[in-house]
């Protein structure tokens, strides 16, 4: 019995296919599945979450994201040329009463909603969209009653500060 040896220029077009294959792939990257729009609910941010407070009216900051630095999740201020996740653009005083988050929660979208609306004439014109931040019940025995009213672009990011002057 004989051994057949593999022809030696069968050979060297398989490894011109493999590297051909290769060299496609870079060119070709596979494309990457479309990211899920982001929708933020007066769940995604509390006032609980670290850095939230340290964020004033017209600035913009990134998601919350884990931070080995600080060991826990937190959010950054970032500038919003800077391609920031969100801005925030105003503030909304809840009166004092018993902690009642639904109530404190409608108040909020109820509210920044209207702002929203006086500043960007709604959604669909604007392509953007609000959630409120809303005090924790933690944050509320201490005297919290503030909530952060936050615009940000369902798209993608800001890529420019978003609040228009009002008068």
């Known amino acids: 019995?004989?051994?057949?040896?593999?022809?030696?220029l069968l050979r060297s077009r398989r490894r011109w296919a493999?590297?051909?294959?290769?060299?496609?792939?870079g060119v070709f990257p596979r494309a990457e599945p479309p990211q899920p729009i982001a929708v933020k609910g007066d769940d995604f941010i509390s006032a609980e979450t670290t850095g939230i407070l340290n964020i004033e009216g017209g600035e913009c900051f990134s998601d919350p994201a884990y931070s080995a630095r600080s060991n826990d999740?937190?959010?950054?201020?970032?500038?919003?040329?800077?391609?920031?996740?969100?801005?925030?653009?105003?503030?909304?005083?809840?009166?004092?009463?018993?902690?009642?988050?639904?109530a404190v929660a409608a108040y909020g979208w109820a509210e920044c909603g209207?702002?929203?609306?006086?500043?960007?004439?709604?959604r669909e014109e604007s392509g953007l969209d609000y959630f409120p931040i809303l005090p924790t019940a933690?944050?509320?025995?201490d005297g919290d009653r503030d909530i952060m009213c936050v615009v940000y672009n369902p798209?993608?990011?800001?890529?420019?500060?978003?609040?228009?002057?009002?008068?």
């Open 1 to 8: 019995m004989t051994l057949a040896l593999p022809n030696p």
């Open 18 to 25: 493999a590297i051909a294959a290769v060299a496609l792939i």
């Open 73 to 102: 999740v937190v959010v950054v201020y970032k500038a919003c040329e800077e391609r920031a996740d969100n801005e925030s653009y105003g503030f909304v005083h809840v009166e004092d009463g018993p902690w009642d988050r639904p």
């Open 114 to 122: 209207k702002d929203f609306n006086r500043r960007w004439v709604g």
């Open 138 to 141: 933690e944050t509320w025995a």
């Open 155 to 167: 798209d993608g990011k800001i890529t420019r500060n978003m609040v228009p002057l009002v008068h």
